[in-house]
């Protein structure tokens, strides 16, 4: 029996006509094939959001032989659910997530839609890569990323992840990438987030903005150093986040 | 100079009118001056979620000695950094979150608004802990879950959290709760997800359902297992999702 071709399954947060999620599918078509499902409009910030009371559609909007592009009204995890359920004829070998215009390392992958499409392919047991750029711009350059993008992507097909592990992957926006930093995520935080505006109408309202702190500035193995010094930032990213290391301290508690 | 009582900041992912978070107002108001600020409305399966493009507002919606209820119409994420940032004069002593009506173990810890408030308050640096029952109805009764809520409240206002972690505890339904287990995540997968239904103008829509199986039932220290056998589940829980038991064979990958 011929074997099939991998199934690359992909999304995003940036929704599907966003020049990241298009130069991916570029990238990555010559390696199986491509099923992607991406939100109708931009759902950045959406972390593992999911819809429970809304009535979800799907849009196929671009068709090819060898790829399909759907657009979603929900979020991105909402995407990928659906995507499986309900539009691929077999489990996808890799879930790929990306590209985002902007970065999500350090603490940002908690509230990420990238990531969120991958942490939920990985729930599923699918091997799944997150890929972001450190350019927030909708018109940003993702050339720089294609030659790691299909190098990682052609690993992960041939020697898939470990069980509950997937990769979140930063490139820095520089013309030339020095290589890949294998790190941990690095400790930060968000600051100075809300600001407070007057509505014509007389009342309060208030715009998320923030300002985010590298806590660990000196630290020489993180993904922040990574990205500052000009390498791809791999992260390995776990689904089990149980605190090992706490477990005896709450013990003692004797609760 | 006297020491100012200990301030507690409250939210939860079912809104600010919901049973759950008024029986923790009621169990948690001898400890401190406490500030709750929640979502207007229900925001289930919103994870970490922040709102980047909508302009937020607040609302106060009861105020006594020591108690100040807020209502916002963003994220569970959102309220606490509305909170934090624009409600509370000094930084709070404790986050808690909750009470969920439904549990948050296993992978659904990743979905919950619950435990994004609790992540959250995690990332800011404070002791963070999320309190769920397992049971989804607005009627639930949580009076099982008063006596514990108040120990662990006091020894984590006493003792601290180790950093980057917080707490995810999990009540079972029943009316005698056995004792407490400090467990692990368990594994477990989300399956036939989505529902199609036709719609009369003759298109289809679909409703998020599915089913959650315990892949590992035979495992008898996570937090399904003592949910299961009549224990609370104390699952300690980490912000840094660094899977370091990866890194060494990513690093073989050599790219």
Known sequence: MKKKRPLILISNDDGFAAKGINSLLEYVRGFGDIIACAPESARSGFSCAFSSEKPLRLRLVREEPGLQVWACNGTPVDCLKIAIDQICDRMPDIVISGINHGDNASVNSHY??????????????????AFSLCNYSPDADFSNTARLIKIITGRVLEDGLPKN???????????EIKGTKVCRMCNGIWEKELVKERHPRGYDYYWMVGQFRDTEPEAT????????????????TTIDTTAYSAMQKISDWDL
Do not use: Q
């Not at 990420?112 to 939920?120: F, K, L, P, Q, W």
């Not at 193995?221 to 390995?236: K, Q, R, S």
């Open 112 to 129: 990420s839609g990238t990531m969120g499409v991958a942490r939920e392919g990985c729930m599923k047991g699918i091997p799944s890569v």
């Open 165 to 175: 592990v997937c990769l979140n992957v930063n490139f820095p926006d520089t013309p």
């Open 221 to 236: 193995d993180t993904d922040e150093w990574a990205l500052a010094h000009g390498y791809a930032a791999i992260t390995p």
